[in-house]
């Protein structure tokens, strides 16, 4: 959790930092200046998820809400004089969720720090975020990652949320389930101000015990009130309460689709051995290179894989300079069944051999660290 302190005395702001990191949790505190023509400082960098306001002067109540108006996904904690139930009010509707009297104690501090934890879903659990990415059109990007879901918790009993992020023609949820969804990412991110994780949970479809699906946009139109901003609160509140984070990114490259990516813990793009797809990934590859991504967290799956191919895996790796993570064999009939069913391929054809590949992947990824190959999955994942 991500704390940024701002207070005009530089005292007052390391003793608040220090009330903090005392306890020895996993908060990534930092201190800010905050002066009369900037009373709350600039919010620069990768935004926190807490803001600590000292000495706060009510005057900038409204300076407060457009900061919380931009950035949603900040909880304020205020630190005043004033504790009126006038200013108690406004501050409530400016989105402060603490406001703390004076001088206020490390004890008290600390518990207006964990009830908004609580609030955000918790203590984080440490869920990881796989990002998959179709390289080009038709690649099965949406397949494997619906499936993996639920063969991850299915079969390694895991919470998995999988949120279907191609904003412009989401499908995802068709692919295991027949229920409509009553809710979807862009009514989620319309109420962004009420996102916790009840909240989040009653927005999405539970497909399966453990498996929670929230749904693309129904219409396209409404894909403008999905910000990269709505993107990183969800996120964040979703790696709090599941496992698993399965994001089905689609196909364009903007602010939005990033998101995940920068977040993300393993980052998968989908192709297939013909030269269209290899041209693709080596081009997205190079947009994760240009943007600083570990290459460590970057594996390819190859899709519809046939052992006698033209092109082979080694070729694809060479010209793409990425590493292979997993291939899934061709099985078009068996494949096409599941989709036009509705059915996890997994419930469907449990012998199949994508099955075998789709449980193989979710085995290496739900494997404890010190259980895992020594390879580049394990490093990854041994936090």
Same mark, same amino acid.
Request: charged share 20%.
């Given at each position: 959790?991500?704390?940024?302190?701002?207070?005009?005395?530089?005292?007052?702001?390391?003793?608040?930092?220090?009330?903090?990191?005392?306890?020895?949790?996993?908060?990534?505190?930092?201190?800010?200046?905050?002066?009369?023509?900037?009373?709350?400082?600039?919010?620069?960098?990768?935004?926190?998820?807490?803001?600590?306001?000292? @000495?706060?002067?009510?005057?900038?109540?409204? *300076? $407060?809400?457009? !900061?919380? =108006?931009? +950035?949603?996904?900040?909880?304020?904690? %205020?630190?005043?004089?004033?504790?009126?139930?006038?200013?108690?009010?406004?501050?409530?509707?400016?989105?402060?969720?603490?406001?703390?009297?004076?001088?206020?104690?490390?004890?008290?501090?600390?518990?207006?720090?964990?009830?908004?934890?609580?609030?955000?879903?918790?203590?984080?659990?440490?869920?990881?975020?796989?990002?998959?990415?179709?390289?080009?059109?038709?690649?099965?990007?949406?397949?494997?990652?619906?499936?993996?879901?639920?063969?991850? @918790?299915?079969?390694?009993?895991?919470?998995? *949320? $999988?949120?279907? !992020?191609? =904003?412009? +023609?989401?499908?995802?949820?068709?692919? %295991?389930?027949?229920?409509?969804?009553?809710?979807?990412?862009?009514?989620?991110?319309?109420?962004?101000?009420?996102?916790?994780?009840?909240?989040?949970?009653?927005?999405?479809?539970?497909?399966?015990?453990?498996?929670?699906?929230?749904?693309?946009?129904?219409?396209?139109?409404?894909?403008?009130?999905?910000?990269?901003?709505?993107?990183?609160?969800?996120?964040?509140?979703?790696?709090?309460?599941?496992?698993?984070?399965?994001?089905?990114?689609?196909?364009?490259?903007?602010?939005?689709?990033?998101?995940?990516?920068?977040?993300?813990?393993?980052?998968?793009?989908?192709?297939?051995?013909?030269?269209?797809?290899?041209?693709?990934?080596?081009?997205?590859?190079?947009?994760?290179?240009?943007?600083?991504?570990?290459?460590?967290?970057?594996?390819?799956?190859?899709?519809?894989?046939?052992?006698?191919?033209?092109?082979?895996?080694?070729?694809?790796?060479?010209?793409?300079?990425?590493?292979?993570?997993?291939?899934?064999?061709?099985?078009?009939?068996?494949?096409?069944?599941?989709?036009?069913?509705?059915?996890?391929?997994?419930?469907?054809?449990?012998?199949?051999?994508?099955?075998?590949?789709?449980?193989?992947?979710?085995?290496?990824?739900?494997?404890?660290?010190?259980?895992?190959?020594?390879?580049?999955?394990?490093?990854?994942?041994?936090?």
């Amino acid at each position: 959790m991500k704390i940024r302190i701002l207070s005009d005395s530089h005292e007052n702001a390391e003793r608040l930092r220090a009330s903090l990191a005392g306890t020895g949790s996993s908060m990534d505190i930092a201190v800010g200046h905050a002066t009369s023509s900037e009373p709350l400082g600039a919010v620069n960098g990768t935004v926190p998820d807490i803001v600590v306001l000292d @000495a706060f002067d009510p005057a900038d109540i409204a *300076a $407060l809400e457009t !900061l919380t =108006l931009r +950035f949603p996904q900040i909880d304020p904690i %205020v630190i005043t004089g004033d504790t009126s139930s006038d200013f108690l009010l406004r501050a409530l509707r400016a989105g402060v969720r603490e406001v703390l009297p004076g001088t206020p104690t490390p004890e008290a501090l600390l518990g207006a720090v964990a009830r908004i934890r609580v609030k955000r879903g918790g203590a984080p659990t440490d869920g990881k975020i796989l990002a998959l990415t179709s390289c080009k059109g038709g690649s099965g990007a949406t397949f494997l990652a619906t499936n993996l879901a639920w063969v991850l @918790a299915a079969t390694h009993g895991k919470r998995v *949320a $999988l949120i279907d !992020l191609n =904003l412009q +023609f989401g499908d995802a949820a068709m692919y %295991v389930t027949d229920q409509k969804p009553a809710s979807n990412l862009a009514l989620v991110c319309q109420q962004i101000h009420r996102l916790d994780a009840a909240f989040l949970t009653s927005a999405m479809i539970e497909v399966a015990p453990g498996f929670h699906l929230l749904a693309a946009p129904d219409d396209p139109a409404h894909s403008i009130d999905v910000k990269a901003e709505h993107v990183e609160a969800i996120l964040k509140v979703a790696r709090a309460n599941f496992d698993f984070v399965v994001v089905d990114v689609g196909r364009s490259l903007d602010a939005v689709s990033l998101q995940p990516f920068d977040m993300a813990d393993m980052i998968f793009p989908v192709v297939q051995l013909t030269l269209p797809f290899i041209r693709e990934a080596k081009r997205l590859v190079e947009v994760f290179v240009s943007l600083g991504y570990p290459m460590s967290k970057v594996g390819l799956i190859v899709n519809r894989h046939l052992k006698n191919s033209e092109i082979s895996v080694a070729d694809l790796e060479r010209t793409v300079q990425a590493k292979l993570f997993k291939t899934v064999p061709n099985s078009y009939d068996t494949v096409a069944a599941s989709v036009n069913q509705g059915e996890p391929i997994a419930r469907l054809a449990k012998n199949s051999p994508v099955t075998k590949a789709l449980r193989e992947i979710a085995d290496s990824l739900a494997a404890e660290p010190e259980k895992a190959s020594r390879g580049w999955l394990s490093r990854l994942f041994a936090h």
